[in-house]
């Protein structure tokens, strides 16, 4: 929604709908390369319900994100705030 008003906003702002329809292109191309480098949200959760069954959580988040020298937990719960249950 926020994407939107600002499309709108910018729309207005400039008088063409031209640079509206290229962010619009460049948040899709994004997220379409994200998706398709780190799966969904809900898929990254799922694995690491699998590496906490068989213990190695840390072991998957340090090889997969890194949070500036944060603890995993810290990680977890940014995951869980992005993609609630």
Same mark, same amino acid.
């Given at each position: 929604?926020?994407?939107? #008003? ?15 329809? #290229?962010?619009? #292109? ?15 949200? =809900?898929?990254?959760?799922? =694995? ?20 500036? =020298? !944060?603890?995993? =937990?810290?990680?977890?719960? #940014?995951?869980? !705030?992005?993609?609630?249950?």
């Amino acid at each position: 929604m926020r994407l939107g #008003v600002y499309l709108g906003w910018l729309t207005e702002l400039t008088g063409s709908a031209l640079p509206a329809v #290229v962010c619009h #292109v460049i948040n899709n191309a994004l997220f379409t390369m994200l998706t398709a480098l780190w799966g969904t949200l =809900d898929e990254i959760r799922e =694995d690491i319900r699998r590496y906490a069954d068989a213990g190695l959580t840390e072991l998957f988040l340090e090889g997969n994100f890194t949070l500036a =020298d !944060q603890p995993i =937990d810290r990680a977890l719960g #940014v995951m869980e !705030q992005l993609a609630p249950r």
